[in-house]
């Protein structure tokens, strides 16, 4: 029998610190050491699937929209501010139209990460210039194709010359491929801010929206960008508000494509862009302007949907405002 006090032979009391050492030894077995892994595995996972991202996505895509143009090291997208016009055309079998329902043009800036979005409504009165004739903003593009062939200097030129700033590139995308955009998304999440209904059956247009905020699919979220007038007792929308709306979609893209859900869509977000867009922007300066802007803030994203007095058959933007819109691009580009 031991004395109160003693230790048997061959025992010997366990500091404090032993017993912490034996403690954090079960926790990094147990715990940390299978958490550890699991990140692995994840890193590693992102990283395959990045490589499949570029390797047999993003890279054939680029391959079939970009142009083999060489890019000095100066001019690249990383190191030099660029506007780029884009268009979404309307260019449905039904009509044979090649108006451009979407315009906007857009300064990029790499090293505020900035940009300035200017949307510019589709019956806006413009000038004639370079070549192009005076009319609707919509049918420069139309007037600038002849025998199937667009003369992207001369559409570029045009809207460069009316917002007084130089536009690189442009970038079209048809009706059918923004739809695909967005239903390889999952859809986007938007505010409807009015009853939308509108039947042609001529073209197949079928515009049938209720209010209130909710997900838009692909055709949906088209039917809300594009809808103008009524023949089913909803009210009449104007341009203005349409290009609000174009701007909304166009916001929650970007997010959508930020998000975990819309990194994990991507592929299919580019098959569905590179069937559908053209440009004249070279493919390394399409690996450039993707890996600048990629994570770009949308705080740092400035709409400007120019405004204007309707008289019939066009949209008259006030000098003023034109000349805001015109300055907050060229303080863009600098």
Sequence with gaps: MTEPGLTPPGLQPQSGRTGRSRSRSVVWRRFVKPLLWIVLLLLVASAAYAAYLYFFKLDPMLDRIGTDQTV?????????????????????????SLNTDVIMVAALNPQRKSAVVVSVPRDTYVKAAKGLPAGKANAWYA??????????????????AWLNIPIAYMATIDFRGFEDVVDALGGVRANVDMAMRYVDKADGTNIDLQPGEQ???????LDFVRYRKSNQGTAESSDLERNSRQQAIVSAIIGKLQ?????MRLGGVIDA????????????????FLKT?????????????????????????PAGELAEAQKALAATLK
């Design 72 to 96: 000095a090291s100066a001019d690249q997208a990383s190191r030099k501010p660029y506007a780029l016009l884009l268009l979404g055309l309307d260019t449905r079998p039904e009509t044979g």
């Design 293 to 317: 802007y990629a994570g770009i803030s949308s705080d740092n994203i400035q709409y400007i949907h120019l405004g204007g007095d309707w008289r019939s058959p066009y949209i008259y933007v």
């Design 143 to 160: 007037a600038a194709t002849k025998g199937g062939k667009t003369s992207g200097e001369a559409v570029k030129g045009a809207f460069g």
């Design 215 to 221: 997900k838009l699919s692909g055709k949906q979220a």
């Design 273 to 288: 862009a590179g069937d559908n867009v053209e440009t004249d922007i070279p493919k390394s300066q399409l690996v450039n």
């Design 259 to 263: 998000s975990a859900s819309g990194i």
